[in-house]
């Protein structure tokens, strides 16, 4: 599986982004998809997961009931729509897939395919 992140960019306190991971291959509804972060100086940490078909999700406490993740199998992309962003939330955003709703923790060492990553600056 290719991931080719896409979206990131440059928003003030308060704002919103909605950033895209499109997928190649034809296995893409066979895995869980996700996003990690990494901030300048700090370890990659764990954002989101969906599940294959859409019905699962699970978020990192620091950005539940602002960010969204979903999923197109169509279209073989997941999204991850971050409303109400903070300052704290400047990070270069990770998409990942992987077989194992287990792997979608910490740093995400186990995650098997990652996406180029895309950058998100938020300003105060």
């Known amino acids: 599986v290719q991931l080719q992140a896409s979206g990131g960019g440059l928003v003030q306190a308060g704002g919103s982004l909605r950033l895209s991971c499109a997928a190649s291959?034809?296995?893409?509804?066979?895995?869980?998809m996700g996003w990690f972060r990494q901030a300048p100086g700090k370890e990659r940490e764990f954002v989101a997961v969906?599940?294959?078909?859409?019905?699962?999700?699970t978020y990192a406490d620091s950005v539940k009931g602002r960010f969204f993740v979903s999923r197109d199998n169509a279209k073989s992309t997941v999204y991850l729509q971050m409303s109400s962003l903070k300052p704290e939330d400047t990070a270069v955003y990770y998409c990942?897939?992987?077989?194992?709703?287990?792997?979608?923790?910490?740093?995400?060492?186990?995650?098997?395919?990652w996406g180029q990553g895309t950058q998100v600056t938020v300003s105060s």
């Open positions: 291959g034809r296995t893409f509804s066979s895995y869980l």
């Open positions: 969906i599940g294959r078909s859409g019905g699962l999700t």
């Open positions: 990942a897939a992987d077989l194992n709703y287990d792997h979608y923790v910490g740093p995400g060492l186990y995650i098997d395919y």
